[in-house]
């Protein structure tokens, strides 16, 4: 019913800036939540931040908070993930995901039951 494909992934070095992006086809896309997990090798996907339907509201993981930025322009139904200051720590799959519910487990990723996925992009970050 919902496509996300995410694109924008690849390799930087430490301190350098990355930008993701995430198109979403089907459904209206202003009704559902949007958020980036990541998954590195050999741990469980976390959650790194979600944006409301509207815009209005977002939230952080503590590790990114100051680093990392999302965005979503609806007329394009597509959300951004800015990064900048990455470091190797960031090195993962990250994935794109959204969700109709807004739920506070949901939004601030405590739940990772979120609707409709992504495939995935690898971010490489090097020392």
């Known amino acids: 019913q919902v496509q996300l494909v995410e694109s924008g992934g690849g390799l930087v070095q430490a301190g350098g800036s990355l930008r993701l992006s995430c198109a979403a086809f089907?459904?209206?896309?202003?009704?559902?939540?949007m958020g980036w997990f990541r998954q590195a090798p050999g741990k469980e996907r976390e959650f790194v931040l979600s944006i409301s339907g509207g815009g209005s509201s977002t939230y952080y993981a503590d590790s990114v908070k100051g680093r990392f930025t999302i965005s979503r322009d609806n007329a394009k139904n597509t959300v951004d993930l800015q990064m900048n200051s990455l470091k190797p720590e960031d090195t993962a799959v990250y994935y794109c995901a959204a969700d109709r519910s807004h739920s506070r487990a949901i939004m601030t990723g405590r739940s990772k039951e979120w609707d409709y996925w992504g495939q995935g992009t690898q971010v490489t970050v090097s020392s």
């Open positions: 089907g459904r209206t896309f202003s009704n559902y939540a």
